[in-house]
């Protein structure tokens, strides 16, 4: 217990030193009761860093299925302004947020998925002026996970949920280093290495990536004139560096909105609105999917890409080595925060304006002008494997293999 008590304490200092770098800003913590310990462990340790307030913002599984299974479709279509106005006075305050993810992948099974994509829209159409101090790096942010019963389960269906609770905290200890007698010198280290990865895709400024592997990826992906490759860190308005995911193995930027042609297959399921998505198939054409296909969950996919016009077209291109620490597992998280850092992914959706040089600063416009997507939904995919190999193209015609055998080439 011991042990297990130390590696905690080491997570949560890891979260509030090195991922949101808490200072003597405000602080607003999103978690679910079922990890109210954790929360207190954070809290604790934001104070102790000078952390001038914090916020907590609870969420629960049982009651979020009630709400969609009960509530009437006047409360689901309606989003109060004051739920906007008080995220807005927070940052507008200078506030950091830390999201603890603890969600059941699979807590809205069986749910009217049209009630669900219903509320998903009309929230996302209210909070998107909202969306611009996290995605334009304003304010810092960091999205971390903690067990909850649900979520466990899922992971490790065959032990108690005891056990499972343990095994899955054990896998979360290790994937963020926080098994190490110095976590924060291990980062350090980590992020080193992929600032060193995200320098050499910047000084070729590649032009397109080519993917491929034998489950019949066959896609190649332009890249946006200007664009930046980005790692683990950023900046926020402030002068704060923070790290916006523990874990994080990728480094990523923004695709060209229109130029996506070919065919790309998952290699891991996909959790979107408390349902699974696995084995899908895209086709995309002037950077539009034209079709697709799920063996699960494909009409939540289509739900999916009903959230808007932009939702088919990808926002984001991310290189992760089939080697990382979460790859190395063998386990499947079936939660994206983690499962993307086992794999080279995708996202649809809304891109990051920082992944373009003087994104920040544009308008919607100059933006779109720039090949930059723009969307309500953000949802990332795995496309990694073992076999994947990707070759870049430099302004002047020369190919050189970026990854090999699902790794690093370079």
């Known amino acids: 217990m011991e042990n297990f008590d130390k590696k905690l304490n080491n997570y949560a200092r890891l979260i509030i030193e090195k991922g949101i770098n808490a200072n003597d800003r405000p602080l607003v913590i999103r978690c679910a009761v079922e990890r109210a310990d954790f929360a207190r462990l954070l809290v604790k340790y934001a104070y102790e860093k000078g952390a001038s307030e914090v916020i907590m913002e609870w969420n629960d599984d049982e009651i979020n299925r009630m709400y969609y299974e009960n509530a009437s479709e006047e409360a689901l279509k309606d989003v109060p302004d004051f739920i906007v106005e008080k995220s807005k006075y927070y940052f507008e305050k200078k506030a950091g947020v830390i999201s603890v993810s603890c969600q059941d992948p699979e807590n809205l099974k069986g749910v009217d998925a049209d009630r669900v994509q219903m509320r998903s829209k009309v929230f996302a159409e209210?909070?998107?002026?909202?969306?611009?101090?996290?995605?334009?790096?304003?304010?810092?942010?960091?999205?971390?996970?903690?067990?909850?019963?649900?979520?466990?389960?899922?992971?490790?269906?065959?032990l108690s949920e005891e056990e499972a609770v343990e095994k899955l905290w054990d896998q979360i200890f290790k994937a963020t280093r926080s098994d190490t007698e110095d976590p924060i010198k291990a980062w350090d280290?980590?992020?080193?290495?992929?600032?060193?990865?995200?320098?050499?895709?910047?000084?070729?400024?590649?032009?397109?990536?080519h993917y491929t592997n034998s489950l019949?990826?066959?896609?190649?992906?332009?890249?946006?004139?200007?664009?930046?490759?980005?790692?683990?860190?950023s900046t926020d308005n402030y002068g704060n560096v923070f790290v916006p995911n523990i874990p994080t193995e990728e480094v990523f930027t923004a695709p060209h909105k229109d130029k996506v042609n070919g065919v790309v297959y998952s290699t891991k399921p996909l959790n979107?609105?408390?349902?699974?998505?696995?084995k899908m198939r895209f086709e995309f054409k002037n950077g539009k999917v034209v079709d697709f296909d799920a063996e699960v969950g494909k009409e939540t996919l289509k739900n999916m890409f009903d959230t808007d016009e932009n939702g088919?077209?990808?926002?984001?291109?991310?290189?992760?080595?089939?080697?990382?620490?979460?790859?190395?597992?063998?386990?499947?998280?079936?939660?994206?925060?983690?499962?993307?850092?086992?794999?080279?992914?995708?996202?649809?959706?809304?891109?990051?304006?920082?992944?373009?040089?003087?994104?920040?600063d544009m308008t919607d416009d100059e933006l779109k002008e720039n090949g930059i997507n723009d969307s309500l939904i953000h949802v990332d995919f795995m496309v990694g494997s073992k076999d994947m190999r990707i070759v870049g193209t430099t302004a002047d015609g020369k190919e050189i293999e970026v990854f090999k055998e699902g790794n690093w080439a370079i």
């Open 272 to 278: 979107y609105g408390g349902n699974t998505i696995d």
């Open 189 to 209: 280290e980590h992020l080193d290495t992929m600032d060193k990865h995200a320098e050499f895709m910047n000084k070729h400024q590649f032009v397109k990536l």
């Open 126 to 158: 209210k909070m998107k002026p909202i969306q611009k101090y996290t995605m334009n790096d304003i304010n810092s942010w960091c999205v971390v996970a903690a067990p909850s019963v649900g979520w466990a389960k899922r992971v490790f269906p065959e």
């Open 312 to 360: 088919k077209y990808l926002g984001e291109v991310a290189l992760v080595p089939y080697e990382s620490p979460i790859s190395k597992s063998n386990v499947t998280f079936i939660k994206t925060l983690y499962d993307e850092n086992a794999s080279c992914h995708l996202a649809f959706g809304q891109a990051y304006p920082t992944c373009v040089e003087g994104g920040v």
């Open 216 to 233: 019949g990826t066959d896609l190649t992906i332009e890249l946006p004139k200007g664009h930046v490759w980005m790692a683990a860190q």
